[in-house]
């Protein structure tokens, strides 16, 4: 039976160990599979960037593919693998003949889904404009499927909502914020039938710092001297993300919810008890 809604889930930013094991106990627990979950991996592997290793647990787990930022190039064994993980994109504004690719399209079940992935550049580091490289890219996306996401990695909200309200009038599906760790209660549907929020938030410790330790943090902004960042891991986490219905043959978003889970770790509460 051929399905004319597809349901699209989004995770936001993984962090380290914690937010892969909260990624895994969610989406084993889900009653309702989606039939698509696309998760942002930039900090998977301890916090910065992705190891070969985490995103092929992470692709065991039933996540279908991988969106990154700023971060994807801090293991440098990146280098040695994206050209073969046909699941992960990375930002679409770096320069031409930079390893990997900004975009992908992915069959699912009777229709294909495109996935962008773009920098912001307000507060960001330097980098290209995005705004011809994604207007080309929908371009070709749409000779195969309406179905557009775009998971735009940047700090500044103003930055988010210009090309959430810009590109909803081309017709993309979604554009979903990242990159904060911090979800914000802006999700809506624009009246083209494109769902959006700021920020997805991220899956990882609850009790940290946007994932990290808490002293660590703490003690960076007491005497601004660098001091080494590790993932927190209380036993205590969050799932954030967003669920979409999109219409399969219009490509239009009807609906878009957020997700804010708590997940428990029985063994961690147990050894700190």
């Known amino acids: 039976m051929t399905k004319d809604k597809i349901k699209i889930m989004f995770l936001g930013d993984i962090v380290g160990k914690s937010g892969r094991f909260a990624v895994k106990n969610y989406v084993a627990n889900l009653q309702n599979k989606p039939d698509f979950i696309i998760a942002n ?42 050209a073969e993980a046909d699941r992960l994109v990375r930002p679409i504004n770096y320069p031409k003949g930079t390893h990997g690719c900004g975009y992908r399209v992915f069959e699912v079940e009777n229709c294909k889904i495109g996935v962008i992935n773009v920098l912001g550049r307000t507060f960001m580091g330097l980098i290209e404009s995005p705004w011809e490289m994604l207007n080309n890219a929908i371009e070709e996306i749409k000779k195969e499927t309406p179905i557009i996401v775009i998971d735009i990695h940047a700090e500044a909200t103003a930055e988010k909502i210009c090309m959430a309200k810009y590109y909803a009038k081309q017709g993309v599906s979604a554009v979903f914020g990242t990159h904060t760790h911090v979800q914000t209660a802006d999700e809506r549907l624009y009246e083209e039938g494109c769902a959006y929020i700021s920020d997805a938030g991220f899956c990882g410790d609850i009790n940290g710092v946007i994932g990290m330790e808490y002293e660590a943090s703490v003690n960076r902004l007491l005497t601004s001297i660098p001091e080494r960042l590790d993932v927190a891991d209380s036993g205590e986490y969050q799932v954030n993300g967003v669920i979409i219905t999109v219409d399969v043959l219009t490509g239009k978003a009807e609906s878009i919810e957020r997700i804010n889970e708590k997940i428990i770790s029985e063994e961690k509460m147990i050894m700190k008890g």
């Open 41 to 82: 991996a930039e900090n998977a592997s301890h916090g910065f960037g992705l190891t070969h290793k985490n995103y092929n647990e992470l692709l065991s787990y039933g996540i279908d593919c991988f969106t990154s930022g700023n971060h994807i190039w801090d293991k440098r064994e990146i280098f040695n693998y994206i």
